[in-house]
């Protein structure tokens, strides 16, 4: 199963959602902000290592059977961040609703 070509361009995905306002605004509501800043820098080191293993990966199983393992790592990172994006857009339109005094029409 040759699923390394994916994981630069998946890494590079979840990198970016890290930055992202929504995610980085959740994650400060939450006091998990350094949480999230943990995981990007992270992912930057790993950014930086793939290319390297992905040659070693051509003549080592376990490079091979290790960036597999990174590579569901980064699906489920970026599944969590969607979240993260989910719960702020959420938040965002329940906030914009108008409450439900505001709903209520007089009648004459």
Request: with cysteine; charged share 25%.
């Amino acid at each position: 199963m040759e699923l390394q070509p994916l994981l630069s361009p998946l890494i590079s995905l979840a990198v970016n959602k890290t930055k992202d306002a929504l995610v980085e605004r959740i994650c400060r509501m939450w006091g998990m902000d350094e949480n999230r800043e943990t995981l990007q820098q992270h992912l930057l080191a790993v950014q930086e290592m793939i290319a390297d293993a992905q040659e070693r990966a051509v003549t080592s199983p376990a490079v091979k059977g290790w960036m597999q393992k990174l590579e569901a790592a980064a699906h489920e990172a970026v599944d969590v961040l969607d979240e993260f994006q989910y719960e702020a857009l959420r938040s965002d339109a329940i906030r914009q609703q108008p409450s439900a005094s505001a709903k209520v029409i007089k009648v004459v």
